[in-house]
């Protein structure tokens, strides 16, 4: 749903709760359409984005405040209808009732009432329901738990605000037995906070020591990255350095106030050990590219050398003429020649090769570099 058309909507509702006071005219049925439109309003904040928390926490808490008014024009209009015939022990089952809506666990209020006033809590007062409104997600236990609690917190200062209000027209002994009770209900209620607190605190606790245990790994993994930099150009480096970042990932995040600096420091470690390989596996393949440019002209001067010979061997053959050794003569330059020939062509493939192995080389060192 557009955000817009859901503050609408609520703008709507607080115009039909306090467009007007509390007429005869605002009977049950108005007030039955005016809380199912609430329940309505309040399903919808689920399924509605604003474009920031604090515009959608504002939204939730105009309805709030209407949801409290029609609570408060509820509650003055039960008293106006009620002062007339409300005895004091009526009064003071009303309160505590009231102190029974805020009580934090799942059973001993009546056990407290007893302890308190001397009677069972059916001679007291009913039960007193009241649903929990939440209309915004609670997306964690221990966050479900403190809005339990801040809405019981809600309902004890109702109490509260009604014994004050309405205390003088309870007798003496009423007036302390609801004070008691009270009491009872508000020491349980802090209790609970106390344990949720305490839990936090231990919750803390605990991820502290998480943090400071993953903080220690992470300055060891930054040591031995540091370390492993002086020796880069180890062939078996590349795959410990591959390990040490697995590890780093592997830690996780170890708390905002230190991890993007441990990072920093790790990443510098890492950046110089790459960028050392880099310079070692530069240094390398600029010797052998060397070494083979040198071996190549070796070999061409080899070729060119043997190619005059071969011309020379040629020229001999061309030069023998008939006698007694001549056939004796031209079988052995041929030999040679056809030995020079072969070597020559030997010597050729190599060059060739020593010339794809130089082009391979420059272009590795181009990407490097």
């Given at each position: 749903m557009d955000y817009k058309k859901l503050d609408s909507k609520i703008n709507g509702l607080n115009g039909r709760v306090n467009g007007m006071t509390f007429l005869t005219t605002k009977d049950g049925a108005f007030w039955r359409e005016t809380w199912a439109l609430v329940k309505e309003i309040s399903g919808e904040f689920k399924e509605t984005r604003y474009p920031t928390r604090q515009e959608k926490d504002d939204a939730w808490n105009a309805l709030q405040a209407i949801v409290d008014q029609m609570?408060?024009?509820?509650?003055?209009?039960?008293?106006?209808?009620?002062?007339?015939?409300?005895?004091?022990e009526a009064l003071k089952g009303k309160i505590i009732g009231l102190a029974q809506a805020a009580w934090p666990r799942e059973d001993g209020f009546e056990t407290l009432a007893m302890v308190v006033t001397g009677f069972v809590f059916a001679q007291l007062a009913?039960?007193?329901?009241?649903?929990?409104?939440?209309?915004?997600?609670?997306p964690t236990p221990r966050e479900r738990e403190k809005r339990r609690?801040?809405?019981?917190?809600?309902?004890?200062?109702?109490?509260w605000n009604t014994f004050s209000e309405r205390k003088q027209e309870l007798l003496l002994k009423d007036r302390a037995d609801c004070f008691k009770v009270l009491e009872g209900v508000q020491s349980e209620l802090q209790r609970a906070?106390?344990?949720?607190?305490?839990?936090?605190?231990a919750i803390h606790q605990e991820r502290?020591?998480?943090?400071?245990?993953?903080?220690?790994?992470?300055?060891?993994l930054i040591s031995e990255m540091k370390s492993l930099g002086r020796r880069a150009d180890e062939k078996e480096a590349k795959d410990?350095?591959?390990?040490?970042?697995?590890?780093?990932?592997?830690?996780?995040?170890?708390?905002?106030?230190?991890?993007?600096q441990l990072w920093s420091d790790f990443k510098e470690a890492l950046d110089d050990f790459w960028a050392t390989r880099k310079r070692a596996t530069v240094q390398r393949l600029e010797a052998r590219?060397?070494?083979?440019?040198?071996?190549?002209?070796?070999?061409?001067?080899?070729?060119?050398?043997?190619?005059?010979?071969?011309?020379?061997?040629?020229?001999?053959?061309?030069?023998?003429?008939?006698?007694?050794?001549?056939?004796?003569?031209?079988?052995?330059?041929?030999?040679?020649?056809e030995s020079l020939e072969k070597k020559i062509e030997s010597k050729k493939e190599k060059i060739e090769e020593l010339e794809s192995d130089i082009a391979e080389i420059r272009r590795r060192i181009r990407e490097i570099g």
């Amino acid at each position: 749903m557009d955000y817009k058309k859901l503050d609408s909507k609520i703008n709507g509702l607080n115009g039909r709760v306090n467009g007007m006071t509390f007429l005869t005219t605002k009977d049950g049925a108005f007030w039955r359409e005016t809380w199912a439109l609430v329940k309505e309003i309040s399903g919808e904040f689920k399924e509605t984005r604003y474009p920031t928390r604090q515009e959608k926490d504002d939204a939730w808490n105009a309805l709030q405040a209407i949801v409290d008014q029609m609570k408060a024009d509820r509650d003055r209009k039960e008293r106006e209808r009620e002062s007339r015939a409300e005895s004091s022990e009526a009064l003071k089952g009303k309160i505590i009732g009231l102190a029974q809506a805020a009580w934090p666990r799942e059973d001993g209020f009546e056990t407290l009432a007893m302890v308190v006033t001397g009677f069972v809590f059916a001679q007291l007062a009913a039960h007193i329901v009241e649903k929990m409104l939440f209309g915004m997600d609670s997306p964690t236990p221990r966050e479900r738990e403190k809005r339990r609690l801040t809405e019981l917190s809600g309902r004890m200062k109702h109490a509260w605000n009604t014994f004050s209000e309405r205390k003088q027209e309870l007798l003496l002994k009423d007036r302390a037995d609801c004070f008691k009770v009270l009491e009872g209900v508000q020491s349980e209620l802090q209790r609970a906070w106390d344990e949720w607190k305490t839990e936090g605190q231990a919750i803390h606790q605990e991820r502290e020591e998480s943090f400071e245990r993953k903080r220690t790994e992470k300055r060891r993994l930054i040591s031995e990255m540091k370390s492993l930099g002086r020796r880069a150009d180890e062939k078996e480096a590349k795959d410990e350095a591959n390990a040490l970042m697995n590890g780093w990932k592997h830690v996780g995040f170890s708390g905002k106030e230190s991890d993007d600096q441990l990072w920093s420091d790790f990443k510098e470690a890492l950046d110089d050990f790459w960028a050392t390989r880099k310079r070692a596996t530069v240094q390398r393949l600029e010797a052998r590219l060397s070494n083979q440019e040198a071996f190549l002209e070796k070999m061409e001067e080899s070729v060119r050398h043997d190619e005059g010979v071969l011309d020379d061997k040629r020229e001999k053959l061309s030069n023998v003429f008939d006698g007694r050794r001549a056939d004796e003569i031209r079988s052995h330059l041929e030999e040679v020649i056809e030995s020079l020939e072969k070597k020559i062509e030997s010597k050729k493939e190599k060059i060739e090769e020593l010339e794809s192995d130089i082009a391979e080389i420059r272009r590795r060192i181009r990407e490097i570099g």
